[in-house]
């Protein structure tokens, strides 16, 4: 639980300090170097894929905005901004006008030109529901043909005759065996950890590939920061929610809900606690991976932003030494992070379906 | 919440969880079960593969055992069969030796009644001799003892003399 508050706290901490320094630069804007924007730039989501350049000579890859509005579905490329994610460009589909700010998609008041703000600043205009390609699904589709290639063709080794695992099986046989051994068995016991190993195994790679595939600065294709995105955690950590809960035993129900061998009002205490714990623990997995991974990637960006930020290419050996090292690191929190997702998943689950003792 | 980082967006949201459950249903199907369900056959067979070896080296050991018995048997047979052979010979020999020395001796009792029967015939032969001779003595002297008239009457006179009237 430490870990887990000491994850939300430096999250936290980290986002306001952000956004406390956008403010603070917005008065220096014409003096310092500010590499706080590339950097969101560079972990943030986006419609379309920045390659090079900036404004209207910028070079990015178009994706596909999928939009769901009141007039059905709307689908054209993101290179219809023109790079624009300031709210000024406006696109019209289906008799509807749309905006990008800051790579969320408004949908224009009928009449008006112009996104409307409330006293406070907010936007008031209405955002239709983005199931767009964006460049984290598109990385992830990377990762997924990635993933597929690697185990089908790990997979397709194994037909025939018994031999022993060649070529990438025989580099992901290990891992595949440490997952169904030391995570699964262990954490799960011997009657139920087969049912839970295809979510397992495929939570450890998808989250170990994509933290990987971030890691890789190849523009277009990989480095999107997939798994320090926040809605990537919560769909996983919510399978683990579900699978941990709905596959809750009797005496799971019974620790939640009337704890035995304490006193009854220890038992009624225990009650919102335990509550609470039920919704902390996928959480915690949650925020974890996303602050990890997030913040490896802000890390990587702030050393070589500190070229910009001194002025001077002489900063740029340390900025390679420094960052080398922390992609080194990185490296060793990719397949971390993948593992303590997988093994704390497996820990809730095995929590669930233990018998009494 | 405003921050955009820890705002989950629902387009990411759909294409997530589209993305991971159909990745888990693919993988489970084509990768996660074969490659399982291979890793366990391989155990298997290794589990059986060693548990022969045992048997194997186990029926070794018995055979190498059998074997030795075997030469042993086989040691014990030969030397029987040398001792046995030994004592043929030496029986052989012996009975060599005995019929040779019957033979011999039978060959010696031959020789000497042969050279009896040689010496009796010789002895017969002189005997006869002899008396020829000695009739052909006794007939010259008879001759020249009758050659006069004188010693005629001398030798009958003697046998007259010697035949006593008794």
């Known amino acids: 639980m430490k870990n887990i508050l000491a994850a939300i706290v430096i999250t936290f901490f980290s986002i306001s300090s952000f956004a406390n320094e956008a403010e603070h630069e917005k008065v220096n804007s014409n003096k310092d170097y500010d590499p706080v924007p590339a950097i969101m730039e560079h972990i943030s989501d986006a419609h379309g894929w920045h390659l090079w350049g900036g404004g209207h000579d910028a070079v990015s890859m178009p994706l596909p905005v999928i939009l769901w509005t009141e007039n059905g579905l709307v689908t054209f490329m993101s290179s219809e901004f023109h790079h624009d994610n300031e709210g000024h460009y406006i696109v019209s589909k289906t008799g509807l006008n749309f905006v990008n700010l800051h790579e969320k998609i408004y949908q224009l008041d009928a009449g008006s030109e112009h996104l409307a703000y409330d006293e406070k600043g907010k936007v008031t205009n209405v955002r239709p529901l983005d199931f767009s390609i964006t460049k984290n699904v598109f990385g992830m589709f990377v990762s997924v043909l990635i993933l597929l290639l690697v185990f089908l063709f790990a997979a397709k080794s194994y037909?025939?005759?018994?031999?022993?695992?060649?070529?990438?099986?025989?580099?992901?046989?290990?891992?595949?065996?440490?997952?169904?051994?030391?995570?699964?068995?262990?954490?799960?016991?011997?009657?139920?950890?087969?049912?839970?190993?295809?979510?397992?195994?495929?939570?450890?790679?998808?989250?170990?590939?994509?933290?990987?595939?971030?890691?890789?600065?190849?523009?277009?294709?990989?480095?999107?920061?997939?798994?320090?995105?926040?809605?990537?955690?919560?769909?996983?950590?919510?399978?683990?929610?579900?699978?941990?809960?709905?596959?809750?035993?009797?005496?799971?129900?019974?620790?939640?809900?009337?704890?035995?061998g304490a006193p009854v009002p220890i038992k009624i205490f225990l009650i919102p606690i335990e509550l609470i714990g039920m919704i902390a623990k996928p959480f915690a997995l949650m925020i974890r991976l996303f602050a990890n991974m997030t913040a490896g990637h802000i890390i990587v960006l702030s050393l070589v932003s500190l070229i910009f930020v001194f002025k001077t290419i002489w900063m740029s050996p340390v900025s390679v030494a420094f960052t080398l090292f922390i992609s080194v690191l990185e490296l060793l929190v990719a397949l971390l992070q993948a593992y303590v997702f997988t093994m704390l998943s497996a820990l809730f689950i095995g929590s669930a379906v233990a018998e009494d003792h | 919440m405003d921050n955009p980082l820890v705002t989950p967006e629902i387009g990411m949201l759909f294409w997530t969880a589209v993305v991971f459950l159909l990745l888990m249903f693919v993988l489970t199907k084509f990768a996660w079960k074969p490659i399982l369900a291979a890793v366990k056959e391989r155990e298997a067979s290794i589990e059986d593969a060693l548990a022969a070896a045992k048997d194997a080296k186990l029926a070794m050991a018995a055979l190498k055992s059998d074997n030795e018995d075997l030469l042993n048997q086989a040691r014990v047979e030969r030397d029987e069969m040398l001792k046995e052979a030994r004592e043929i010979k030496d029986q052989v020999i012996s009975d060599a030796k005995t019929a040779a020395s019957t033979e011999a001796e039978k060959i010696v009792v031959a020789a000497r009644e042969s050279i009896q029967h040689e010496k009796m015939a010789a002895v017969t032969e002189l005997?006869?001799?002899?008396?020829?001779?000695?009739?052909?003595?006794?007939?010259k002297i008879l001759k020249d003892e009758l050659s006069s008239a004188d010693k005629q009457k001398a030798i009958i006179d003697n046998l007259v003399k010697d035949i006593n009237l008794n």
């Open chain 2, 127 to 139: 005997k006869n001799q002899v008396a020829l001779l000695s009739i052909e003595i006794a007939e």
């Open chain 1, 159 to 260: 037909k025939g005759e018994i031999k022993a695992p060649r070529g990438v099986a025989s580099f992901m046989e290990p891992l595949i065996l440490f997952v169904k051994n030391d995570i699964a068995l262990q954490n799960i016991g011997e009657k139920h950890h087969n049912r839970f190993l295809p979510f397992l195994l495929t939570a450890f790679f998808f989250i170990w590939f994509n933290n990987l595939l971030g890691l890789i600065p190849i523009p277009g294709l990989t480095g999107a920061n997939i798994t320090g995105n926040i809605a990537f955690t919560l769909v996983l950590s919510t399978i683990t929610l579900l699978l941990t809960n709905l596959n809750g035993n009797k005496n799971y129900w019974k620790h939640i809900f009337w704890m035995p």
